[in-house]
């Protein structure tokens, strides 16, 4: 069974502080695709970024970077030097590589919702 | 280019009535997905369509719950005889094809759903 578990219900720091948001996914497959959304106060959902389990590279993108590391089965977010304009519920999702029997649905995590204090 | 965009962003409802939940995904997209949200709770897959096409429904609730996505026009998800659990914010997301793995789902803004 696929399983995504974000087991921080929610953070508060203060801005300019650094934070981590866990994920940690459960799956048999050996390809899949991990990703995270951002859905701020206004409601819609951002795609923030995608990663294939083949590439266990770090990625960085400005403030944001992601920690991959299959060993432990964890996606986990960093925001770095955080600002209020980062309140939101961020989101971890699993999605399995399509076939004959996977529709490419995306399997969520509970979300944690990070309060960012000014 | 514009987005997934869904209407209405609220509709409420008393119980026994009709919901009828649109959305148009983005342009080039084909394949198109719907959530819900229920509150305090992440997302859930309920049905994935392609033109004229239900590929995976294995998220709807048996009763009550139809989806459509027409060769014209927008993708319609339909809940008949609402109750007050069917309140919540429902996604709809699209993706251009599936054919290439890489796919990302892009989200609308969603319907808030409230039920009197």
């Known amino acids: 069974a696929q399983k995504v578990t974000q087991a921080q219900t929610e953070i508060s720091v203060v801005e300019k502080e650094d934070v981590t948001l866990d994920c940690v996914y459960e799956?048999?497959?050996?390809?899949?695709?991990l990703f995270w959304y951002k859905q701020p106060p206004s409601g819609e959902l951002v795609f923030l970024i995608r990663?294939?389990?083949?590439?266990?590279q770090n990625e960085i993108s400005g403030r944001y970077s992601w920690n991959f590391q299959k060993s432990t089965s964890s996606f986990n977010f960093t925001i770095t030097a955080s600002q209020v304009v980062d309140s939101a519920v961020y989101f971890c999702a699993l999605r399995r590589v399509t076939g004959s029997s996977n529709t490419g649905k995306l399997i969520f995590g509970q979300g944690t919702t990070l309060q960012v204090k000014p | 280019n514009a987005g997934v965009m869904q209407n209405p962003r609220h509709l409420v409802r008393r119980r026994g009535q009709e919901a009828r939940l649109r959305c148009s995904p983005m342009?080039?997209?084909?394949?198109v997905y719907w959530y819900r949200q229920l509150p305090e709770e992440g997302l859930k897959f309920m049905v994935y369509l392609q033109k004229e096409n239900i590929i995976d429904e294995s998220g709807m609730p048996k009763e009550r719950f139809s989806a459509e996505f027409p060769k014209e026009g927008p993708s319609i998800l339909r809940i008949q005889q609402v109750v007050r659990g069917d309140s919540a914010a429902y996604f709809c997301?699209?993706?251009?094809?599936?054919?290439?793995?890489?796919?990302?789902?892009?989200f609308g803004p969603g319907t808030r759903l409230l039920v009197l």
């Open positions: 799956t048999r497959d050996t390809t899949y695709y």
């Open positions: 990663r294939n389990s083949f590439d266990e």
């Open positions: 997301a699209s993706s251009p094809r599936l054919a290439g793995q890489e796919e990302t789902q892009y």
């Open positions: 342009k080039g997209h084909s394949h």
